[in-house]
Structure formats: structure tokens, C-alpha cells
């Protein structure tokens, strides 16, 4: 109207209502065009969405198998697994790591160790959402404080996790090893399906020999995880098989004897049943405590196990290669009468010395007087180096090396030793091959004494004088006894058969033995202060190697002279008519095998043969003479 | 034809008062009534399911459906002769806190919607503005002879432009096209003329690159890229699209069931209690539930439009059918969004997503449609 216009309200009405119409229209088939929208969505393209919605929800995880249990001969637990609870962080929950880790340390003690491990985690490749360990070993008092504390923490968990613990660390350290977390090296020898939720593995000693059966088999579950990935329900599950259990032939108490026989010295020890072969204890002083190796050990710590002058984390019973001395005469008396260099009635003139022929060489025995006229039985017992020269030289270096290497020398011994090393058994081949020199009557001289180029282990020495002991019968030494419980070592452990050492005669071998008797029960012999009191009847041979040079380290005055003194060495069997032990000692700077090496050897059988110190028992082995009747019958 | 086909439909407003005295007395409308109570109610159960701490968030939205209702109810009582009058004041003081928001507005992320005038709560002048345009363009159009002429339409193209600019600096794009739609789908309904419409829809179309290369911010042209192509950042804006589409699809026919849908459940939908509502009601409630509120949407607006067509004056014809066909539009816009067929533009379902006072402002919009509806006077013939 006031546009001048005369308004037909009529028409006005009829045109809103056309337009209404076409609104009406228009919105029906909007609303046609949504729900077909929704159709496709839902009906058409319905799987292809359930695909990308369960693909969002489920997830499939690894179940990580139980690592199989270790045990003692006596069903003494040595390596087990324990719940520990641990502080965990995901980090993809985190906005600020430091300012996180600030706040946990008010809470509970986090050392520098911890926090540094914790990052170099970080760093290592992991699935997304996968917690990362910060802490272990949470006590209940800082669980409740953490609890208490959780909802000012997003991102912050704790977390129960089986992990291994080896009750006697210290004492189990270099025959069993210790497991550790997966680094990147372990990966490129493992199935990566298999060790899928695996946080641990074999790093060391029998822990890594037998990884494969340790492990067990992975298991897998289906999970329903929420958008940041926090597992809602298990959906599905395969259950993993766990890890079998081991039965050793090592049995803790003599190991502790052992060990204790070693003191704080530096030494080796290792005791074989040779019967079977088995290792009843394998020593190697100082040990550690290998349960710090399981979670992580901080880099300080490391670096004093690894600086240290003492070197505990050095396997000397195994790796420790050391001039075998006068521990291998009676190996070299029988190479002797089987190569029929000498008879055992041959008399030798010992001057004190003995003179090359053809040369003015001379060789000194270890007892400047001499020992006047003695038999190969005499040089035995007193251990005439002169004896032994004169044999050595008229042998020959080809001759006793392929003798000693029927015994076991120059080559690994054992079935199921971690990185046992050979040790050197020279001869003229050898050296040509190795140093590409000429074998001079000299060299063969030096080996009639156990020195020059020869190396030996403690565990070969141990090897090589079961042997004796057996007569010749060669057992491989082995700590695997059982698997599961019940079922024999044979079925794991590779089926080697060795030819026995065979003598011109049988009776050489009780004369060696007989001597060796001498050598502890004699009035002559060099291991005769070991004799009083012993009930039963002993072989033995002493020996010295001669420590030859220091590499490059830098010590005192003191340390040098300490360092500087000869490693004594033992080996022994008893009883000497059926033995049930051998035994081989080493003491590094130790000074002479008689005077420091027979006693600690001594110890270790007696607690064998005549039974163990029940004090020890008690600590040692709780509940070992139950388990007796399943662990068999070699026990005394 | 058309007329008689909206004079079959519609219900007589006699014939309604016989129905329901009382309701007729609160000058309600028990159809509409009935319509919003379905798609609410509807709303509560999805939001029960959608929400994490269940009950609190539901009895949250009740009471804002409560205060919504009171707010209807009151608005239904004025007459519709009350708004005209106060259609240009209301318009007039829209305007000036738009211009003060500019001024003096807070916001977040680098846009000021809010106003925070001293004595008053604090609102988002672009919010009323939604109603404020269409009451404005309506009083302006119901004073012309209809279909109005080129001068006319030219005006009410301005007075929807001008709210549009200044929120458009705020900037919120959003909410700038449902303020500019409002005026214009008043003008569609006063007559405005088949080929203006084509000319508009062409000018429309060729405006696309100007918006495109000087209007619309970086955000704004990601939303865009990233609808035409989710995969290309699953993780990032491409996350909300690609798991709304894989809860609705997954839902399938029949849904996975009420507090049974994992896409929600296990937080992988975001916005789910909010802006996404719809797919937690697809994913649970499958194509059945989602088809079901679609249709209960489309008789909403069918109804309103009848109310529209039966209304007495011309200015309350304009008015309630703009509203109702606004009310389409954010049905439409938030629909189209969670489905994947628009970017993602902070629209929420109306009557079901919730929080915001945007349950208020609706239903005080339909409040005032059934005063259109009830207050009638004996028209002159």
C-alpha cells in the first residue's frame, strides 16, 4: 500500500501457497536424497564400513609365553620368574615427558639410572600406546602413594610383569647368564613373529643356549582397545605355551662350596660327575649379581663390572685360557707309555736340569737340587719337570699333541657351554700355520711342562681329567640334565660320541692314577698337605703357569707385584678307584698349585663325597633332600 | 491444484480447537508439539548412549529442553501482530551488537562471537541474528504488494547482506550462510521470481571462486579439500569424516543396538554428544532409527509450512515459513556434514545435539509460529 500498489490479498495468498508447495516439494526430496544418503552408507557400502569400524576397535595382540623355570639337580629353583610391579608411562598420553617425570620423582624415587634407560627406550622402536617402562621393583608403600596420586598423571600405569630372578645371582652368574630386554643386535637373530610380545631374552650363559627352549611359544589374543588404545576387553584368545622347565646337573651347594672354597680371590673352579659328564658346579670368581643385568643395568654400574681390575663379568672357568703347567704330566706320562717313548720302569737321571742335546740349552726343574734317579711314577708324584723335559724332547711336538688331543686339549669340550673357548694345544702344524715359524726342540720342551704356547680352560683341564678318571671313557661335560622335569638331556643335546683314549696297556692307567693317589696321599707328594684327615683316597696333580706379561694397563707397584705371581692350578678326582667328581682349580696369582689351589679343591670334594655342611643346607637348599629320589641317584 | 492440495492436508483451525481445548488455550499446536516431543525424546535416548557420564548429561539436556518449552510456550502467547512492531527494533539492535562484537567482542581461535555487555549474560549477537533477519525481511516484504518488485528485492537482498557482512568479519562462515539464507528463503516464499532465482543461483555459482580466493580462510578451504578427499589425512581434519561414515555405515540396517555402538563407545567418533549425534544414532540405531528422525524432520517442516500457508496476514506467512524452511536447512546443513556430503561446519542437529542455547532458540522460533497459528481474528472477506 504504500508503494502505491492496491494489494489483492487473494492472489498474494494463492502465490505464498504455490511457493509453499514447491518448499514442500523440495524438502521431501531433500529428505529423499538424505536417506538415500544413509542407504548407501549403511546398507550398500555396510561391510566396507564394519571393515574400517572393527579395524578401528580390534586389535591383535602377542601373549607372551612364561619362560621355561631353571632348576638345580636337586629341584632347587635357580632362575624363576616374579610378578614385579613397575612404573610405566605411554608416551603418546604424555604432552611433557620431563615435566611427567618432575612429578613422578615427588612421588616415588626414580634414580638418574632409571630415568636415563627410560629414554633410550624412547627412542627404540615399540608399537604405538605400548607402555614403557620407567621404574621396577615398586614397593606396596610407593604403589599406594602412586595410586593415590594416578589421576593427576594421565598416561601413567602400573604394571605387573613376570620378570626373571635368579635367587643366587652371585653364585649362578657365569653358568647360567642372565636374560635382558631385546636390544636391536637380539633382533636380527630372532623370528620377530615369535618374539612379539617377548620383552626379554637369553643374553648370556644357558639362559642363551637353551633360548629356543626357554621361551616357549607366543600366544595371540583379538582386544577391543578404546581411540587412544587402552584394551577394553579381550575378544579372543590363543593361549601361549609356555617355556620349558630345566633341570641341571649343577647342584647350588657345591657350587656354593665352591665358591666360598675361592673366597675373594680370582679363580675358576669346575666339577664334573665323570660318569655322566655332567657339571656338578662351575665357579668363576668374582661373580655379579645378574638380576641387575634383567631390567636394565645403569651405565655406572656397568662401567665398574666392566673397569674393574678383577674383571667379574670374565667367564675364567670357560674363557679363561691359562698355561695348563704341570696339571697335564700325567696326560703326557700316559702319551708317553702309549707312544712307548718310555716304559714305567725307565729310570731318569734328574740333575736338577736338563740339558738340550746338541746344545747348550738348559731347562730347569722347578726344584733347583734336582730329584736324583726317578721312574715316570717318581716324576708324578714330584712333578720332575727334568722328567718330563727329556720325554718332551724325545716325543716330539707332533707326537704328544696328537696324543693330548685325544684327551680333549685344543678343542671345546663341552655339549652345552656358552662360548667355551678352545684353548691352544701348539705343535709343529700350529705354530707353522699360526706364527709361520719352525718348531724348535726347544718348544717341545716347554710343552712337556704344560708352558710355552700351551693354553688351556679350567673347564677343558676338568674335561681332560675326567677322561683319566674314566680310564679313557671320553663324556662330554653338559649342565643340561632334564627337560620338563622328566624327559632325558639326550633328546635336546647333540649326540656326540667320542672314541675313548685307548693305552698299549690297561694297567698304565692305574699306574698314572696310582701316582696321582701319591701326588695327595704320598709323604713325597706336591699336594701331600692336603692328606691329613682325608677318609678317602684322592688323585691329584698340582701345577703352576707361569704368568708371562701384563698388557698395558697401568698398576701400582703392589698390584704388579701381586699380578706378577704364578696361577695355581689343581685337577683331582675321587674317589680315586670310582671316581664320582673331578675337580679343576685355578687361582689366578695364586702362587703354587700345592699350596693354594689343592686345599680349595679338597673342599669341594669333600663336601661331595662326605656330604654338605648343614648350615649350608639350610640356606643353601631348602627342601633338597625331598626332591632327591626324582633328581636320581648319583647323589652320595 | 497445489492450493487444494495444502487446504486437503492442513488441519482447520476449528477443527483443531475442538480437538484440544486446552491446548488451544495455551495456543499450542498438539501436532507440532507432538513432532519436536518425538525428535527430542528420540534425542535424549541417543544422548543417554552418546555421552560419557551418562545420566548427568541426559538430565543436563532435559533442562534446557525445559527452559526451551517455557520459552514456547511463552512466545506462543503474543500475538503475531507484536513481532511485526518489533521486528525492525529487534533488527536495529541486532545490528549494533554485531558491529559492537567487532568492537569490543571476545572469542576464541581468532574469532570474536561473543558480546559481554555489562548487567547482561553473555550472547552471540550472529545466533540471534537467525531470527532477526527473517522477522526484518518479513515486516519489509509484508508491506508490498506481492510478488515484489526489482527495487524491493534489491532492499531485502540488503538487509540480509548487511548482518551477513558483519558476521562474515568475525569471521564465522557458518553461520553467515544460514543468516543469509534465512533472507532469502523469505523471499523465495514472498514471490521473488523463477528467473531472478536462476539469475542468483548463477551469480551464486560464479561467486564460488571469489569466496574461494578472497573470503574463505586457509581452515576453512582444508574442511573443503579434506571432504572431496578424507584419505588424504586420515589422522587429522579427515579423522571426524572418516569415522562418522564408518559408525553410520557400520550400523547397518538395524544399528549394533542402543550403548552398543564401539565407534562411540571406545571414543573413536568425536563430537559424538555434540555435532555428531547423528552417527551415534545411525551406528546404534541403524538406517531405521537415522530414516525414522528424518522423516519425523520433514513433518516437522511440512506442518510448519501448513501453518505458514493457513496464516492470516502476509507478514506472518512470510515469517513462519521462513523459519520453518531455516529450521530444513540446519537439518539439512548438519546431516549433509555428518554424512560426508558437506565440509565439516560447526552446525549442530537441531532439538537432538546437545548444550548450546540453540534448544532455546528453536523452540522459541516455533513458539512463535503457534502464535501465528493460534492467534486468529475474523479476516474481512
New interface residues.
Partial sequence: ???G?????NQ??????????V??IV??L??GV??G???Y???I??E???T???R??VQVQPVPPTRGLIYDRNGVLLAENRPVFSLTVIPEQVSDINALIGEIRDIVDVPPGDVENFRERLDERRRPFEPVPLRYHLTEAEMARLAVNRHSLPGVEMEARLVRYYPYGRLTSHVLGYVGRINEQDTRRIDKVAYAGTHYIGKTGLERVYEKELHGEVGYQNV?????GRV?RVLEREDPSPGQDLTLNLDIRLQQVAHEALGDRRGAIVAINPETGGLLAQVSTPGFDTNKFVTGIDHESYAELRDSLDKPLFNRATRGQYPPGSTIKPMLALAGLASDTVTQSEIVHDPGYYELPNSSQVFRNWKREGHGDTTLYDAIVLSSDTYFYKMAYEMGGSMMADHLAHFGFGSVTSLDVRDELPGILPSPEWKRRVHNESWYPGDSVNMGIGQGYFLSTPLQLAATTSVLANRGERRAPRHLRYIEGDIPAQHLLPDVVRPPVEMGQESDWEYVINAMEEVVHGSEGTARRISPGLDYRMAGKTGTSQVFSLEGEEYDEDEIAKRMRDHALFVAFAPADDPEIVVSVLVENGGSGSSTAAPVARQVTDAWINGFPDVLTDQAVPGAMENDGTAGGEQP | MSQEFVRQIAFEPGHLNRRGGWMSRLHLDPWLLLLLSLIMGLGLVVLYSAGENGMAIVQSQALRIGGGLLAMLFFAQLDPMLYRRWSPWLYLVGILSLVLVLLFGAGAQGAQRWLALPGLPRFQPSEAMKLGVPLMVSWFLAQLSLPPRLLPILMALGLTALPGALIIAQPDLGTAVLVIASGLAVLFLAGLSWRLIMLMVAAGGASVPVLWLFVMRDYQKERVLTLMNPGSDPLGAGWNITQSKAAIGSGGLHGKGWGEGTQSHLDFLPEGHTDFILAVLAEEFGFVGVTLLLVLYALVVIRCLFIASMAQTSFSRLLSGGLAIIFFMYVVVNVAMVSGLMPVVGVPLPLVSYGGTSIVTLLAGFGILMAVHTHRRMLES
Avoid at chain 1, 498474494?12 to 504455490?18: G, I
Avoid at chain 1, 577391543?224 to 587412544?228: G, L
Fill in positions: 500500500m504504500s508503494w500498489t492496491l494489494r489483492n490479498t498474494e495468498r494463492e502465490l505464498f501457497q504455490r511457493r509453499s508447495f518448499a514442500i524438502v521431501i531433500m529428505t538424505l536417506i544418503r544413509f542407504y552408507l549403511q546398507i557400502e555396510h566396507t564400513y564394519t574400517i569400524s572393527d578401528n576397535r577391543e582397545t578404546n581411540a587412544r577394553m
